[in-house]
């Protein structure tokens, strides 16, 4: 059974930083691209990132470009995205998730699973 | 970036009803476009891929169809456990915007 689990989520003030993991199983964790989503309390589902299988590609959200950096470590089945110069609109439930496939942007793509996510809160 | 508009953005329904929700792009993206339930507390789930392929588990009432712009998510038959969000999301183009989500609730 395919699993995400997400962890690191934490209260910040405005202008810290955090690490977000997710622990992948079940799969050939570098076979695939991951994703980051993320959702502000009662409101949708804002795509954050992605990272191809190898590590070798990312992309970014043009609101957290700058700030975060994705990576995964394919030998400790690992996806991670390191969080900088936090801001209060950054508080959210953050969701790792499978893509289709190993390449990050196909057109042909989806998120399947997801992890249970992790909250991440910016506040003083 | 391309926008995704659901509609309605709530829903009131009964038990064995049938539901549409619409979901219209800002600019075409072929049949890339996939469908997620997500109940209060969870993670969204995939039900439906390029538009129309339903996910393995997923019951056969769900079904997706559209291409272009335009595209439907319908429930055949409403049953207790599809009271959820649903949320239309593209892969044409990045970044990967969703709809802003539509509620399915008991009438």
């Known amino acids: 059974e395919v699993q995400l689990l997400e962890s690191g989520g934490d209260l910040v003030q405005p202008g810290g930083s955090l690490r977000l993991s997710c622990a992948a199983s079940g799969f050939t964790f570098s076979s695939y691209a991951m994703s980051w989503v993320r959702q502000a309390p009662g409101k949708g589902l804002e795509w954050v990132s992605v990272i191809s299988g190898s590590g070798g590609s990312t992309y970014y959200a043009d609101s957290v470009r700058g700030r975060f950096t994705i990576s995964r470590d394919n030998s400790r089945n690992t996806l991670y995205l390191q969080m900088n110069s936090l801001r209060a609109e950054d508080t959210a439930v953050y969701y790792c998730a499978k893509d289709a496939s190993n390449a990050p942007l196909p057109m042909l793509d989806w998120f399947d699973p997801w992890g249970q996510g992790t909250l991440v809160t910016v506040s003083s | ?107």
């Open chain 2, 1 to 107: 970036d391309i926008q995704m508009t659901q509609s309605p953005s709530s829903l009131s329904a009964s038990v064995g009803d049938r539901v549409t929700i619409t979901c219209r792009a800002s600019q075409s993206i072929s049949s890339y476009l996939n469908w997620y339930q997500q109940k209060p507390g969870k993670a969204p789930k995939l039900l439906i891929s390029a538009a129309s392929s339903l996910q393995s588990g997923v019951p056969q009432r769900f079904s997706g169809s559209g291409s272009g712009t335009d595209f439907t998510l319908t429930i055949s038959s409403l049953q207790p456990e599809d009271f959820a969000t649903y949320y239309c999301q593209q892969t044409y183009s990045t970044p990967r915007t969703f709809g802003q989500g539509t509620k399915v609730e008991i009438k």
